[in-house]
Antibody, heavy 120, light 110 residues
């Protein structure tokens, strides 16, 4: 069974750093693009960027470029999303999802989401 | 302001047919596959329709998708209470070089 399991909820203060994870299983992790999607409280879905685990090719949404960093550790089939300095506006649920084939397509498997709360 | 346009809400009584529209442009819906995601309350989104009109295994056939030009629609036939959810359309946008989501449509079962 293809699965993406994300790390648990986080509560942070403004200015702190954070790295959340998304572990893939049941498929060849390096062969499928992984996307990150933000959902702010009560709002819709926003595409943040996409990473190809095989060679770490990354494409960021302009809205998130410079604010977050995406990476992978192929040895443990895990993708990461990190912030160097959190802001209150980063409070949201963050989802990772997998593309079944190539780019430009759909997201067939989603992680359960990681709730990030940033508050002083 | 979303690149894709959806109505904010739709509703129907059990058994009715509900249709949700998704409007875009030549750089997204007009040239790439249009996909639909269902998000039940408090849960992660789930792929509902892919490649314009294909249903993943396990998705009931009362859900159907269509696309024409720069617009698409999702139809729910025989509406059921468990269909109460938010529905999002999404596609790759060649001009933005990234994915775009519609703002979502909240479906209520009266």
């Amino acid at each position: 069974e293809v699965q993406l399991v994300q790390s648990g909820a986080e509560v942070k203060k403004p200015g702190e750093s954070l790295k959340i994870s998304c572990k893939g299983s049941g498929y060849s992790f390096t062969s499928h693009w992984i996307v990150w999607v933000r959902q702010m409280p009560g709002k819709g879905l926003e595409w943040m960027g996409i990473i190809y685990p095989y060679d770490s090719e990354i494409r960021y949404s302009p809205s998130f470029q410079g604010r977050v960093t995406m990476s992978v550790d192929k040895s443990i089939s895990t993708a990461y999303l990190q912030w160097g300095s959190l802001e209150a506006s980063d409070t949201a649920i963050y989802y990772c999802a997998r593309l079944p084939e190539g780019l430009y397509n759909w997201f067939d498997t989603w992680g359960q989401g990681t709730l990030v709360t940033v508050s002083s | 302001q979303s690149v894709l346009t959806q109505p904010p809400s739709a509703s129907g009584t059990p058994g009715q047919r509900v249709t949700i529209s998704c409007s875009g442009s030549s750089s997204n819906i007009g040239s790439n596959t249009l996909n639909w995601y269902q998000q039940l309350p408090g849960t992660a989104p789930k792929l509902l329709i892919y490649n314009n009109n294909q249903r993943p295994s396990g998705v009931p056939d009362r859900f159907s998708g269509s696309k024409s030009g720069t617009s698409a629609s999702l139809a729910i036939s025989g509406l059921q209470s468990e269909d109460e959810a938010d529905y999002y359309c999404a596609a790759w946008d060649d001009s933005l070089n990234g994915y775009v989501f519609g703002p979502g449509t909240k479906v209520s079962v009266l």
